[in-house]
Nanobody
């Protein structure tokens, strides 16, 4: 059973940066697609970005150009570097491993398409 654990959350002022990490235990990332999701208070969980085994990534429009996702397949870790943070980035951030390795339709963006999920880490951006 793959377990995912996020770390690196915290408080940051608007315009600042933060890096979140995701580590796997009990299993590996393998060649599965990995992703970050987030959920703000009172809002639905949303896709932040996903990354293929090869390193190719897809980002939500709301974070494109500000967030960068990377993964180390040998270490089974994934990072999201978040720059130019805004108060609207405040949320619990989750990492997840997809059910799919090489889906023909590209990186999945729906939460249900990810089989393993972490418990989340809180990111709070103050204005």
């Amino acid at each position: 059973q793959v377990q995912l654990a996020e770390s690196g959350g915290g408080f940051v002022q608007a315009g600042g940066s933060l890096t979140l990490s995701c580590a796997a235990s009990g299993g590996t990332f393998g060649t599965y697609i990995m992703a970050w999701f987030r959920q703000a208070p009172g809002k639905e969980r949303e896709f932040v970005g996903g990354i293929r085994w090869s390193g190719g990534a897809l980002y939500a429009d709301s974070v494109k150009g500000r967030f960068t996702i990377s993964r180390d397949n040998a270490k089974n870790t994934m990072l999201v570097q978040m720059n130019s943070l805004k108060p609207e980035d405040t949320a619990v951030y989750y990492c997840a491993r997809s059910r799919y390795r090489f889906p023909p339709t590209g990186v999945p963006t729906a939460w249900d398409e990810y089989e393993y999920r972490g418990q989340g880490t809180q990111v709070t951006v103050s204005s």
